[in-house]
Each structure stands twice: as C-alpha cells, then as structure tokens.
C-alpha cells in the first residue's frame, strides 16, 4: 500500500498570507495526485487533479506541484474561506486510492 | 444540478449488517466509476469500495469479504452492503464520483453529504 505522509499537521497562518502544503509518498505515484479541501461538517471538494491542475470553479490561487514522491500544495494569498483541512489522495494504484492524514490549516 | 445523496445509515450491533444507498441525479450516472469513502470522527479520508461502469468491483483488506458495492443504473443508484460490521466501521460514508478520461482517472469531483454509521452495542 502506498501511504502518504502530510506535513505539517496544522499549519497556523494568517488572511493573505501564503500557505505551502507538503504531501510525500512512499513511493512513486507519477503525476496520479490530487488534493481536496473540507470544511467543518461538508464533504471533501477536489482542488487539483494530476498534481497541478485545477479543478472546476477552483479559484487561480490555488496551485499544486510536484512528481514522483514529493508534492506541494500552494494557497498563493489566503483568504478567510480557506481555513480547513487539506487531504492529499494518490491514484497510482487506482482505484485502491490512499489519503494522507491531512493537513489543518488554522488562522493565526 | 449534480447531486449524489446517501441514506440508509443508522446504529447497528457488532456483527450486524447494514445497506447505505446513494441516489445521484444531474448527471449520466451509467457512464462513471463511484466510489464509497468513509470518515471515522477526527479522523482522516478512508476508501471503502469502488466500482466500474461495467460491474467490477474493488475493495481494500479491511472490509474484502465483509462489504459488497453494487449499483443500479436504472434507477441512477450505488449501494453498499456492509455485513459483519466492527466498532472500527463507525464513520461519515461518503458516495463519490470519479472523474475519468477514456485513459485516466483524476480525482473524486461529485461528494454526496454523508451517511453516518454507528457500530455498538
């Protein structure tokens, strides 16, 4: 099983300020890499899809990289809807996809 | 507007069964793999199951041989039958859409709100 590892746990910043992610796989996982956001009580929404690019209606301040075992997620200016937790999710081995553990990003 | 909507989930007995339903709307459910995931409370994603426009079915080690997807295109339906269920399958269940090219598959872009299951005695 490939297992994802998020870092930080919880990533304390403030609005406008720019927030970097980290998802690391324990093996390769190519550019199958997408990244979701969930509130409080909400369903997770997907972001980005193969590493870096944008889902529908996911605003241009968001941004992913990466390939291979190490990947970024980028929040270029936060803004106050963007507090919540991050997850990570590789598809390498679709569909036995794995999640990270996420990421919480708190306001400061 | 798309729409998934899962129902079904409840309190159960160790060792009692359960079948949680997803009704989607909006959209060609025939023509898409779907997927269950779950969320234990503060906890993280987990998937559960996943099944292809043709039938086939997935599943990882913890629930093979416990919990079975199906699906019902005629009536735009996904299922899940959960059998020998364990305090551990308490959890948010989510019913998925994966978005898919003719050669790829990119990421879960349709969630349903969630169907919460409760394992205990």
């Known amino acids: 099983e490939i297992v994802l590892t998020q870092s930080p746990a919880t990533l304390s910043l403030s609005p406008g300020e720019r927030a970097t992610l980290s998802c690391r796989a324990s093996?390769?996982?190519?550019?199958?890499l997408a990244w979701y956001q969930q509130k409080p009580g909400q369903a997770p929404r997907l972001l980005i899809y193969d590493a870096s690019n944008r889902a529908t209606g996911i605003p241009a301040r968001f941004s992913g990289s990466g390939s291979g075992t190490d990947f970024t997620l980028t929040i270029s200016s936060l803004e106050p809807e963007d507090f919540a937790v991050y997850y990570c999710?590789?598809?390498?081995?679709?569909?036995?996809?794995?999640f990270g553990q996420g990421t919480k990003l708190e306001i400061k | 507007e798309v729409q998934l909507v899962e129902s079904g989930g409840g309190l159960v007995q160790p060792g009692g069964s359960l079948r949680l339903s997803c009704a989607a709307s909006?959209?060609?459910?025939?023509?898409?793999?779907m997927h269950w995931v779950r969320q234990a409370t503060g906890k993280g994603l987990e998937w559960v199951s996943a099944i292809g426009t043709a039938g086939d079915t997935y599943y990882p080690g913890s629930v093979k041989g416990r919990f079975t997807i199906s699906r019902e295109n005629a009536k735009n339906s996904l299922y899940l039958q959960m059998n020998s269920l364990r305090a551990g399958d308490t959890a948010v269940y989510y019913c998925?859409?994966?978005?898919?090219?003719?050669?790829?598959?990119?990421?879960?872009?349709?969630w349903g709100q969630g169907t919460t299951v409760t394992v205990s005695s």
């Open positions: 998925a859409r994966d978005y898919c090219s003719s050669t790829s598959c990119y990421g879960m872009d349709v």
């Open positions: 093996q390769s996982v190519s550019s199958y």
């Open positions: 909006g959209f060609t459910f025939s023509s898409y793999d």
């Open positions: 999710q590789q598809r390498s081995n679709w569909p036995r996809d794995t």
